[in-house]
Antibody
Framework: QVQLVQSGAEVKKPGASVKVSCKAS????????LHWVRQAPGQGLEWMGW????????SYAQKFKGWVTMTRDTSITTAYMELSTLTSDDAAVYYC???????????????????WGQGTLVTVSS | QSALTQPASVSGSPGQSITISCTGT?????????VSWYQQHPGKAPKLMIF???NRPSGVPDRFSGSKSGNTASLTISGLQAEDDGDYYC??????????FGTGTKVTVL
């Protein structure tokens, strides 16, 4: 069965960086984009971007360009999301989510998410 | 990219039907049939309920249905059940090749 298992909760100081991992299993890792979505406490969902695990290509939401980096390690079927220069506004639960459509389909990057990780809580506090 | 607009809350009694609207623009909902709906329970990850406007993933009850007209998408839950209580988010692909979520709707089963 498809599983996305994320790394544990993090506490960071303002100005620091955080790197969250997402270990995929139960499907061919390189065949489906992985997206990252965050949710601040009591707030809605916010799309951050995606990575194509096959090529390493990425696409980021305009808001996050320049301070988010998405990478992957195909040898261990794990994707990573690193956010730098954290502020209190970045305190949130961060989710990875698998694309419903495979990479070869036209709709691959359209953001239909059929499986989600359990979420990683990032706290930013001095 | 601004969030899609959803009503803050919708409620209904068990067995009733409710509809949640999701309003965007010609650059997102109106331009593409890549509208999805997600259900989220407190402390849990979202769950895909509808994709491509009106398709249900396997395992999702047929009480859930989706539609779209112009720049507005809708999710209808028929025969409301207690377990349908939760938050619902719409999502759409955009002309900027990005994804945008709705503001979220809290569904209360009375």
């Amino acid at each position: 069965q498809v599983q996305l298992v994320q790394s544990g909760a993090e506490v960071k100081k303002p100005g620091a960086s955080v790197k969250v991992s997402c270990k995929a299993s139960g499907y061919t890792f390189t065949d489906y984009y992985l997206h990252w979505v965050r949710q601040a406490p009591g707030q809605g969902l916010e799309w951050m971007g995606w990575i194509n695990p096959k090529s390493g290509g990425t696409s980021y939401a305009q808001k996050f360009k320049g301070w988010v980096t998405m990478t992957r390690d195909t040898s261990i079927t794990t994707a990573y999301m690193e956010l730098s220069t954290l502020t209190s506004d970045d305190a949130a639960v961060y989710y990875c989510a698998k694309s419903y459509y495979s990479n070869v389909e036209v709709a691959a990057a359209t953001g239909t998410f059929d499986y989600w990780g359990q979420g990683t809580l990032v706290t930013v506090s001095s | 990219q601004s969030a899609l607009t959803q009503p803050a809350s919708v409620s209904g009694s068990p067995g009733q039907s409710i509809t949640i609207s999701c309003t965007g623009t010609t650059s997102d909902i109106g331009g593409y049939n890549y509208v999805s709906w997600y259900q989220q329970h407190p402390g849990k990850a979202p769950k895909l309920m509808i994709f491509d406007v009106n398709n249900r993933p396997s395992g999702v009850p047929d009480r859930f249905s989706g539609s779209k007209s112009g720049n507005t998408a809708s999710l209808t839950i028929s025969g409301l059940q207690a377990e349908d209580d939760g938050d619902y988010y719409c999502s759409s692909y955009t002309s900027s090749s990005t994804q945008v979520f709705g503001t979220g709707t809290k569904v209360t089963v009375l």
